[in-house]
């Protein structure tokens, strides 16, 4: 399997931006379908995000769509969630996932995941 860290978390005021990394190693990341979710105290994890493999599609849940923007550096290894305009709600750990079947980014199965990074959106 391939192993995952994310970076990137922090505290941001409303309205601004944060880009979290998502750093992969162990395998042959071009191939893996990247998916990115969150979990806010209380709360069940959620979708948040995903690309498959080549980059050509994305998918997002629909409270990020237009806000939000995945993308996947298969050369660094790395994939990324750039978050703008973000509100207090978006407050949560933001996971990364991998999986190498593309179904992952459709049914949210993915089998690698991350440690989680702290994302804190003040008012």
């Known amino acids: 399997q391939v192993q995952l860290v994310e970076s990137g978390g922090g505290l941001v005021q409303a309205g601004g931006s944060l880009r979290l990394s998502c750093a992969a190693s162990?395998?042959?990341?071009?191939?893996?379908?990247v998916g990115w979710f969150r979990q806010a105290p209380g709360k069940e994890r959620e979708f948040v995000a995903a690309i498959i493999w080549s980059g050509v599609n994305t998918y997002y849940t629909d409270s990020v769509k237009g806000r939000f923007a995945i993308s996947k550096d298969n050369v660094k290894n790395t994939a990324y969630l750039q978050m703008n305009s973000l509100k207090p709600e978006d407050t949560a750990v933001y996971y990364c996932?991998?999986?190498?079947?593309?179904?992952?980014?459709?049914?949210?199965?993915?089998?690698?995941w991350g440690q989680g990074t702290q994302v804190t959106v003040s008012s």
């Open positions: 162990g395998r042959t990341f071009s191939d893996y379908n």
């Open positions: 996932a991998a999986d190498l079947r593309v179904r992952a980014t459709l049914d949210h199965s993915f089998s690698s």
